[in-house]
């Protein structure tokens, strides 16, 4: 099975920066949407914000204008930074390759090993 390799999270306190990142295989980057996820204790699992192959983005309303979502080709990597962060914003992250139509985001089966983002003061 394809294994995205993630790197990134932490302890921040409210209003700092963290910024995420995420390893895929050449294949599977070139021709999926990437998209980032968050988990908190027994609530279901979200997309965070999604960019596809050619570089169009979408984003969660909560974190419109704090979290930026991008991608390098040429390192098969796509990251996530995170600004101005809340509490709200504690969950485990998971990357995830998928496919998009629209504003509809379809996870495949390739997840990220997830990573603990914990924002407290």
């Known amino acids: 099975q394809v294994q995205l390799v993630e790197s990134g999270g932490g302890l921040v306190q409210p209003g700092g920066s963290l910024g995420l990142s995420c390893a895929a295989s050449?294949?599977?980057?070139?021709?999926?949407?990437m998209g980032w996820f968050r988990q908190a204790p027994g609530k279901q699992r979200e997309l965070v914000a999604a960019?596809?192959?050619?570089?169009?983005?979408n984003y969660a309303d909560s974190v419109k204008g704090r979290f930026t979502i991008s991608r390098d080709n040429a390192k098969n990597t796509v990251y996530m930074q995170m600004n101005s962060l809340k509490p709200e914003d504690t969950a485990v992250y998971y990357c995830?390759?998928?496919?998009?139509?629209?504003?509809?985001?379809?996870?495949?089966?390739?997840w990220g090993q997830g990573t603990q983002v914990t924002v407290s003061s």
């Open positions: 995830n390759a998928g496919i998009s139509s629209n504003s509809d985001y379809y996870p495949r089966n390739y």
């Open positions: 960019i596809t192959s050619g570089g169009s983005t």
């Open positions: 050449g294949s599977i980057f070139r021709i999926n949407t």
